[in-house]
Each structure stands twice: as structure tokens, then as C-alpha cells.
């Protein structure tokens, strides 16, 4: 289980204006603040031909990347990292909920990449455990494995159960060992909650790295890095034929 939130993009304008700085080329931009709100279409921009593709109907508020700019953006972003330093300007900040697993696997990135967590250290007695709070949905319900006369669903739900009880009596004793209980026991499916601050640079790392990962999770993180804005940027799937 994976949940992204209040996903949030910025750094368009100066990642282009950098990215024309070595050929001094600032007067072929031709990029915008679009404002419309009444589908009026403005000329010369990219989404013209399609006004369904228009990203200005969901933000009256919204910088519009123009032909010229997309295709030197496209050029340099299939060149190389050395040539397309202006992803690195392009800045994303998400708000992911997602097991203590998988952010095992996340934590690899630590180039470009800042998070604030939610802290399970001062904070795993705050509240009572539920189901909720961990990833289950590939657990066995019906039927117990070998060595076990249970399910590994019913192993978690009696788990849960001993956690908020070694909760319960480090809460009314306040005495550490049951704290190092909570702590120790806590499985990997324990979801948290971290606040992200990435770029479209390290997101294209990620993406070709972890598109076809085992894990349910990173499949839904890359559907995620598709929907983001120019996201052709990072998955390079539109041909520079289609902009022209």
C-alpha cells in the first residue's frame, strides 16, 4: 500500500532560463504564466491542437511550457545527465504513506532528496494500532502455512493485538521495556508517513530503475511520476516529431 498526497511541482521558469544560459538563446523562449480561464486558447502554445490535454482547466494558474522550450527540454533530457541539469530545477514535494519496507528500497536515493518523517521512536505509543496502519493486502486469510496453525493475516491481527497491549502498560507504567516491546515487534508493514522533496532528475533515476520492481508499491509510485506535469520529461515516451 502506497499514498501519495498533496503532490506539488515548481521551478519551471528558472529551470529554463538556465537551461538556455550556454547558448545565450533566452530570446527563443517562448514559455508562459498561462491565466486563461474561459478555453480561450492562446497562440502559440503546445496544447492548441488538444485543448482536452490542456492543464490550464484543472489550474487557472499554471506555467505552460511553449513548443521551442519543450523540444530543446526534450533534446537535452535524452542527452544525457550532463546536458540536462535543468531537471534538477524542476522541484516536486509529496506527502507519502507507504510501509516501512519500501522505504528501505526508497532510502537507496539520498542524492537530491530531502524527507521529514513521522517518528516512530517518540511517537509509536501515541495511538492505538490498528489494521490500518500497516500493509496487508497480499496477507492469507484462509488458510494457515506450514509450522503454524493460523493464517499469516490472523498473525498480524494477534500481533496488532499484543502491540497495543504492550502499549497499554507502558502507558500506565511509563517503564521502557514495554516501549522496546512496541519497538522490536513493529513489523515492516508498519506504514509511515513522510513528507518528500525530490526533482525530476532523480525521479527519471527512479522511474527507469524501479518501473518493473516487484513491489505493488513502486509500480504505483512510477503511475504517480507519469501523471505529474511534462512527465515526458522523466519517462521520455512523446517523440520530439509530435511537438513540431
Known amino acids: 500500500m502506497i499514498k501519495l498526497e498533496k503532490t506539488d511541482v515548481y521551478g519551471w521558469e528558472a529551470a529554463i532560463r538556465g537551461m538556455r544560459n550556454p547558448m545565450n538563446s533566452w530570446k527563443k523562449s517562448d514559455s508562459f ?54 531537471m534538477r530545477f524542476i522541484t516536486v514535494t509529496v506527502d507519502i504513506t507507504a510501509p516501512l519496507y519500501w522505504w528501505k528500497e526508497f532510502d537507496t536515493y539520498k542524492v537530491g532528496t530531502v524527507a521529514n518523517s513521522c ?20 496477507l492469507i486469510s484462509d488458510e494457515p502455512v506450514p509450522y503454524s496453525a493460523i493464517s499469516p493475516k490472523q498473525f498480524l491481527m494477534d500481533l496488532i493485538k ?35 522533496h525530490l526533482n525530476y532528475e532523480v525521479l527519471k533515476n527512479i522511474y527507469f530503475a524501479r518501473k518493473s520492481h516487484k513491489l505493488d508499491e513502486w509500480h504505483d509510485f512510477c503511475h504517480w511520476i507519469e501523471k505529474l506535469p511534462y512527465s515526458e520529461l522523466i519517462t521520455g515516451e512523446v517523440e520530439l516529431a509530435e511537438q513540431t
Not at 517518528?119 to 497480499?138: G, N, Q, R, W, Y
Open 162 to 196: 499484543t502491540l497495543n497491549g504492550c502499549r497499554e502498560m507502558y502507558l500506565k507504567t511509563k517503564d521502557k521495556k514495554w516501549w522496546w516491546q512496541m519497538i522490536q515487534l513493529l513489523p515492516t508493514s508498519y506504514n509511515q508517513k513522510r513528507t518528500v
Open 119 to 138: 517518528s516512530t521512536m517518540h511517537k509509536i505509543a501515541e495511538k492505538e494500532f490498528t489494521p490500518d496502519d500497516f500493509s496487508h493486502e497480499h
Open 33 to 86: 504564466m498561462c491565466k486563461e480561464s474561459d478555453k480561450k486558447c492562446v497562440f502559440g502554445c503546445r496544447f492548441s491542437d488538444d485543448l482536452s490535454t490542456c492543464p490550464v482547466y484543472d489550474n487557472n494558474d499554471y506555467f505552460v511550457i511553449g513548443r521551442n522550450d519543450f523540444k530543446l527540454m526534450m533534446s537535452l533530457a535524452k542527452a544525457g545527465p550532463d546536458h540536462r541539469k535543468f
